[in-house]
Every structure is written in C-alpha cells, then in structure tokens.
C-alpha cells in the first residue's frame, strides 16, 4: 500500500525550529521526487520545498530559502524538512507530497501525484 505519513508538527515559538518527517512506503524505489507543501487558513496550498531523487537537486519557495532545509535518508525512504528562524505566517499544514510519473517529466514541485494527510505547523508565542 502506498502511503506517506507526515510527522513532526506541533506548536513552537517564533524564531523556533522544528524538523518535519515524512515516511514513504509501498512506492516504486525509481519515483521522481519528493516535497514538502503548506496550506494557511484561507490561502492556497503552495509549494515549499522539494527535492529530486534522479539527481538532488532541490527547490524552495521564496519564504523557504535559508531558512528551511530539505534533505532525505535514501536508506530510511523518508524526507526531511528542516525549519529555522520560524514565523507566524509560516503556520500551516504541511503536506508531504511525491512524484511517481503520473504526468511524465515534471518540474520541481510540480506533478506530485500522491500526498500525505498533513501535520499541522504552529507558530505562535
């Protein structure tokens, strides 16, 4: 059974850190990439950060950039989101998301074709 399941989530204080995991099991070893994405209350989801399993390359948002890291234990099948110097607007559920080729050969962040149920990221004082 394919499946991603988010962890990490919790309520920290701005200037915190949390580190967010994201587990994938029951997929092809060859899916293309794996991400991470955020939903605020009231806004559209939007990508965060996302990194390719062909070759490494990463993606982050504009936010995201020198803040949050995203890495992945190739071993363990499960990705990383590394978040520093947190902020209130950074208050969302996370989804992890992941390619396995539904739409062909896609961009960074795009065409992610299975996502996980979300942790809820809070960050407030």
């Known amino acids: 059974q394919e499946q991603l399941v988010e962890s990490g989530g919790g309520l920290v204080q701005p200037g915190g850190s949390l580190r967010l995991s994201c587990a994938a099991s029951?997929?092809?070893?060859?899916?293309?990439?794996i991400g991470w994405f955020r939903q605020a209350p009231g806004k559209d989801r939007e990508a965060v950060a996302c990194?390719?399993?062909?070759?490494?390359?990463?993606y982050y948002n504009a936010s995201a950039k020198g803040r949050f890291t995203i890495s992945r234990d190739n071993a363990e099948n499960t990705v990383y989101l590394q978040m520093n110097s947190l902020k209130p607007e950074d208050t969302a559920v996370y989804y992890c998301?992941?390619?396995?080729?539904?739409?062909?050969?896609?961009?960074?962040?795009?065409?992610?074709?299975?996502w996980g149920e979300g942790t809820l990221v809070t960050v407030s004082s």
């Open positions: 998301a992941l390619d396995a080729g539904s739409w062909g050969s896609q961009p960074l962040c795009h065409g992610m074709d299975h």
């Open positions: 990194i390719s399993t062909i070759d490494g390359s990463t």
């Open positions: 029951g997929f092809p070893l060859d899916y293309r990439q």
